[in-house]
């Protein structure tokens, strides 16, 4: 997350640094817990954390590929001067990207699982952040490659969240405490960047499009206070106005406007 976040500071700034520094941590403390490759039952995988019994996890794979992908995009722009090529980075994302598909992915149903354990055993709770960042992961993938089959899974992944995890009329769970209320903010953040895709086709966007207006809309509406502007994780229940909310929750309501903001008008069919 910090990762992720210095990159975007230097796209906000301008300033290398936090670029330099982005790329560091990836290099000496993401990348290097890939793997191994020959050993089962991982057979690679970015770890999840360190200090605890190893897993590989969604929730370090999805964004790991992003990184790795965004370091890309950026090499030739920043400028950078070290052994490790610009083509590595690619190579990197593509086979993060590649371990989480083939193992924590549902390609039937577009579910991402959220871990494997050091036996080979899956955990099959399902997150909207694990959604959101496998869905980030596919579409920064498919816009360096043309490659339709990364498009097509996240468009996969995004269905699965509208189909199957928003069955509390039209939107998802209220998610009002802990690291869990900032998930779907997360989800949000990159599903917007997938509906703006240009040449995502047009009954998806618009079924896309409508789901996230409708979040947004309930949002507002019904589970955000007018006067102190806070929203708790509660899509149809407003703080009160003396009532103090959680961080995380109230950022997903953040980022959902923020999703708004950006969201580009549908285009004629």
């Known amino acids: 997350w910090i ?5 975007r500071m230097y796209e906000s700034t301008g300033n290398k ?3 330099m520094k982005a790329k560091q941590m990836y290099d000496q403390w993401i990348w290097t817990t890939w793997g191994p490759e020959d050993e089962a039952p991982w057979y690679g995988g970015i770890t999840w954390k360190t200090d605890v019994s190893k897993s590989k996890n969604a929730c370090s794979n999805g964004p790991a590929a992003i990184i790795a992908a965004r370091i890309y995009n950026l090499y030739d722009k920043i400028g950078i001067t070290t052994v490790k090529s ?5 190579n990197e994302a593509i086979k993060i990207y ?6 924590l992915f549902d390609s039937h149903t577009g579910a991402v699982y959220d871990n494997m354990n050091r036996k080979g055993n899956i955990s099959k709770a399902v997150f909207t952040y694990n959604e959101g960042t496998f869905t980030g992961a596919a579409h920064e993938l498919y816009k360096i490659t043309g490659d339709k089959q990364y498009l097509n899974e996240a468009v996969k992944a995004c269905n699965y969240v509208i189909d199957y995890m928003s069955k509390n009329d039209g939107v998802l769970d209220n998610a009002t405490s802990g690291d869990g209320g900032l998930f779907h903010g997360i989800f949000f953040r990159y599903f917007v960047k997938l509906i703006n895709e240009p040449n995502l086709d047009y009954a998806n966007r618009k079924k896309f499009h409508d789901y996230l207006t409708n979040c947004a809309t309930v949002m507002a509406e019904q589970g955000v206070n007018p006067k102190t502007m806070l929203y708790g994780g509660n899509w149809r229940k407003a703080p009160t106005d003396d009532e103090g909310v959680p961080l995380t929750p109230h950022l997903s309501g953040c980022m959902l406007m923020e999703a708004m903001c ?8």
């Open 98 to 103: 590649t371990w989480l598909r083939n193992n």
């Open 86 to 90: 610009k083509e590595e980075y690619l």
């Open 262 to 269: 950006v969201l580009k008008p549908l285009p004629r069919k």
């Open 17 to 19: 640094d936090y670029f």
């Open 3 to 7: 990762n992720l976040a210095q990159i």
